[in-house]
């Protein structure tokens, strides 16, 4: 089964900072979702890479997705408070078109103001 | 913006009853899933559903939990009887397409079994 791996688990920053969270599979990636969680609620779909060396952005948010096909990044720049939150990255294990995501345990971003 | 919602926010409930957690996903969406998450564990997928039968399932959707589209909005998570180890956030999510769109999730329902 495909386990996904999300470094740091937690993360403290300035608010103004940059950051970087990473998100490394056990097997080739087919599609990888980022999705953000704040504490108690549903989880809010942020952007979704399929093609190695992809990268997108969306506001202050760039993800990437390595050639290999292992590996995203999260990228934040010039964080705010309103970034705080959880950081998710899922994947459809099978890469065939799979109804379900497997996630990651998740990176916990504070933003001190 | 439409989004999925979910019913109740929270449920309590006592060990062996059954629940149904209820769920009306975005209109012109066509595949339904439902995920849980145990508290500071990683969200698990149970269960999608499309064209009125289940696509997959986890091992954690065994017997006691079934799924149903009773009319042309709502979705339901049923768990017969409850055990304690069910206590969770139970999200549902719905897609316009499998596999290559993004999973709308709402804002889930927390379900305590005492």
């Known amino acids: 089964s495909q386990e996904l791996e999300q470094s740091p688990q937690s993360l403290i920053v300035q608010e103004g900072k940059n950051l970087t969270i990473n998100c490394t599979s056990s097997k080739t990636l087919y599609g990888l979702y980022w999705y953000k969680q704040k504490y108690g609620e549903g989880l809010i779909f942020l952007m979704m890479l399929q093609k190695g060396g992809e990268e997108k952005s969306h506001e202050k948010i760039t993800a990437k997705l390595d050639e290999k096909k292992q590996q995203s990044s999260l990228h934040i720049t010039a964080s705010q408070p309103s970034h705080a939150g959880i950081y998710l990255c899922?994947?459809?294990?099978?890469?065939?078109?799979?109804?379900?995501?497997?996630f990651g345990k998740g990176t916990k971003l504070s933003v001190i103001p | 913006e439409p989004e999925v919602t979910q019913t109740p926010s929270h449920q309590v409930t006592q060990m062996g009853q059954e629940v149904i957690l209820r769920c009306v996903p975005i209109s012109n969406h066509l595949y339904f899933y439902w995920y849980r998450q145990i508290l500071g564990q990683k969200v698990e997928f149970l269960v999608s559903f499309y064209n009125n039968e289940i696509s997959e399932k986890s091992e954690i959707f065994d017997d006691q939990f079934s799924v149903e589209r009773p009319d042309g909005s709502n979705f339901t998570l049923k768990i017969r009887s409850t055990k304690l180890e069910d206590s969770a956030m139970y999200f549902c999510?719905?897609?316009?397409?499998?596999?290559?769109?993004?999973?709308?999730f709402g804002p889930g329902t927390r379900l305590t079994v005492l």
């Open positions: 899922g994947a459809d294990p099978s890469g065939a078109g799979s109804y379900q995501l497997t």
């Open positions: 999510a719905s897609s316009v397409l499998a596999g290559v769109g993004e999973q709308f």
